[in-house]
Nanobody
């Protein structure tokens, strides 16, 4: 099995910064796409950013110019640098990772989430 663990969440004031980390471990052959999602109470889970093995990234319009996703393939780790945080960024942030198998197709792994609260 593959385990995914996020860290780095916390309470920050508007305009502040946080850096989230996510490490995958366990039965890893080779990870493919990795990404960050977030979910606020009463709202649907939404995509924040994704990044390919080659470093190609995509962002939700709401975070473009403020957040940066990166990864270290050798460490099976993905990061999310969050700057200029706004109250509307408050949510539980989840990391996910994909791994493709010839017989099984693509497996998707999710972490337990880390809370980010932006408030005065």
């Amino acid at each position: 099995q593959v385990q995914v663990v996020e860290s780095g969440g916390g309470l920050v004031q508007p305009g502040g910064s946080l850096r989230l980390s996510c490490v995958a471990s366990g039965s890893i052959f080779s990870l493919d796409l990795m990404g960050w999602y977030r979910q606020a109470p009463g709202k649907q889970r939404e995509l924040v950013a994704t990044i390919t093995t080659g470093g190609t990234s995509n962002y939700a319009d709401s975070v473009k110019g403020r957040f940066t996703i990166s990864r270290e393939n050798a460490k099976n780790t993905v990061y999310l640098q969050m700057n200029s945080l706004k109250p509307e960024d408050t949510a539980v942030y989840y990391c996910n990772a994909h791994q493709s198998f010839t017989s099984w197709g693509t497996q998707v792994y999710w972490g337990q989430g880390t809370q980010v609260t932006v408030s005065s």
